[in-house]
């Protein structure tokens, strides 16, 4: 997901020629694909643990990571207030993600969850009280009809997980809004570590609801480990380093097109893994998504 703050640097990247650029569009390739496959093993860890746990082991362990960096920094209270805020936000939104796979395939999940590309401007356009473009109205029909293709059939509990995955779309869409807010607060990795701290705290108070989660018999194998340490490792931390250092070589078009390639990663990856296969008419959906997001990412 992309952090306004690093977006926003990356309008005027530092010169440094073709090879400095395209340092920067290899290093988004691979963060994009280190997303995708984490939505993968997300998907596979679901049968081995109860989402909820298993989003709360992920948040938990990056945070711990963190903690004596934070101490040292000693941040204001405020501080970490805003950024477990952020957190919490991003844990219900990957919630949200992770309850949608039960029903939908993970591939469909992340087409639908990337329309907060389309989302973010419309709730800006509110937010500010103007009226939307008429390109931004135009390609969320596009996206609108992409999505009715890609769900194809619909029933009960394919509509519980379009719904989820759409909830997830809104939720990204209001975290990245907080994050531009409060990134001007706090910096890059402040905000990550607390804001993992954040996603811990509000995912264990869940885990403490009953009836939130399934009953939790956890398989602890070297597979489901190393998947765990993937997520936090990897799929967390160095992904997150490497968004910074990539971001910083290009320019914001540059990126936001390589970020949509998010959910075209996650396809790949559940048909190599998973053996999950788009039909015709949901690859059409699919790509009425994808031109849908990268138009947008144009005119951004």
């Not at 719904?163 to 869409?173: K, N, P, V, Y």
């Amino acid at each position: 997901m992309i952090d306004p703050e690093i977006h926003e640097r990356s309008v005027h990247p530092r010169s440094g020629g073709p090879r400095r650029t395209w340092a920067g569009l290899l290093a988004l390739a691979l963060v994009t694909a280190i997303w995708g496959y984490s939505n993968v093993l997300i998907r596979q860890l679901e049968h081995q643990w109860d989402p909820l746990l298993l989003l709360w082991v992920r948040y938990a362990l990056v945070g711990l990571v963190g903690i004596p960096w934070l101490v040292r920094r000693s941040l204001s209270w405020s501080s970490w207030l805003w950024g477990g805020l952020v957190g919490a936000i991003l844990a219900v939104t990957t919630l949200a993600q992770a309850i949608a796979m039960e029903s939908v395939s993970v591939d469909q999940m992340a087409f639908i969850t990337a329309l907060y590309v389309v989302l973010t401007p419309l709730a800006m356009v509110f937010v500010r009280r103007r009226r939307p473009p008429r390109a931004v109205m135009a390609f969320a029909l596009v996206s609108l009809t992409g999505v009715l293709l890609l769900v194809g059939h619909l029933t009960f509990t394919v509509a519980v997980g379009t719904l989820w995955s759409f909830a997830a779309a809104a939720l990204a869409t209001l975290q990245i809004i907080s994050t531009a807010r409060f990134s001007r607060r706090l910096g890059t990795f402040e905000l990550t570590f607390t804001g993992a701290l954040g996603a811990a705290v509000i995912l264990g108070i869940l885990l403490l609801v009953p009836g939130t989660h399934g009953p939790v018999h956890p398989v602890w194998s070297w597979p489901s480990l190393w998947r765990l340490l993937y997520l936090a490792g990897p799929g967390t931390l160095f992904a997150f380093w490497l968004q910074i250092w990539g971001q910083s070589r290009l320019t914001a078009t540059q990126a936001a097109f390589l970020f949509n390639v998010e959910p075209v990663w996650t396809a790949v990856f559940a048909w190599l893994v998973l053996g999950q296969t788009l039909s015709p008419g949901q690859g059409i959906g699919a790509g009425l998504i994808l031109v849908s997001l990268l138009a947008l990412s144009r005119d951004g």
